[in-house]
């Protein structure tokens, strides 16, 4: 077991993915190690993380594909790649598949307002050659996700909220023309990242790459 050497605090910021698997099992494996180090977490938007670490409101950023402002660096730490999630009951069988694929079914859409929805909505107007049409336009990947599972339609989502609970009532299908996006640490500028707060880093990459 690591121990840490002083009483000290971390403070994390990130977009709510994370939230659902991969931060609480690298949180249960920190406080293990660091005992004395206590831990305060809040979830928002990729530009709002941006800003609280620059602004000293947090110490550490999570998000996928962060922002940059003045203030801060951007580390890439792991990549993910889009995936489709869709209800069982419309018998898609191939385990991959192309946006070409996709362009007629009903989809679930991510609101373009967050770094990750105006990068896949993008991606899908530069490869169907018109604005993505939509039933449902969700502001989060896991609120797309539960919308399929009720049947409401296809959701192209990230992989880490794909993967992090149950996909119950749900195939879900690698896109094989969408390249993959990064996930990103974001550290305030000529800060060295060290001690317990690299001790972080490290189990974050290590349940990611899992």
Not at 18 to 34: C, I, K, N, Q
Not at 41 to 62: F, K, R, W
Not at 199 to 206: A, Y
Request: aromatic share 4%; charged share 20%.
């Amino acid at each position: 077991m690591l121990a840490s050497s002083s009483i000290g605090q971390l403070r994390l910021a990130m977009t709510p993915a994370f939230s659902l698997r991969v931060v609480p099992l690298t949180l249960s494996e920190f406080v293990d190690a660091y005992p004395d180090v206590s831990v305060e977490v809040e979830t928002l938007h990729a530009l709002q993380i941006s800003n609280a670490v620059a602004n000293n409101m947090a110490d550490l950023g999570l998000a996928f594909e962060a922002v940059a402002v003045p203030g801060v660096d951007i580390k890439t730490i792991a990549r993910t790649r889009f995936v489709c999630v869709a209800p069982q009951s419309l018998g898609i069988t191939d385990r991959q598949l192309t946006l070409a694929d996709l362009s007629s079914r009903p989809l679930i859409r991510l609101n373009a307002k967050s770094p990750l929805g105006h990068l896949l909505n993008t991606r899908l107007e530069s490869a169907w050659g018109h604005s993505p049409k939509a039933r449902i336009i969700a502001e989060t990947y896991h609120l797309a996700k539960r919308m399929a599972i009720q049947g409401a339609g296809l959701a192209i989502i990230d992989g880490i909220t794909a993967y992090s609970d149950s996909v119950d009532g749900l195939t879900v299908h690698d896109i094989s023309d969408l390249d993959p996006v990064s996930i990103d640490i974001v550290v305030r500028a000529e800060k060295p990242v060290t001690g317990f707060k690299a001790g972080f880093v490290n189990m974050l990459k290590r349940h990611l790459s899992g």
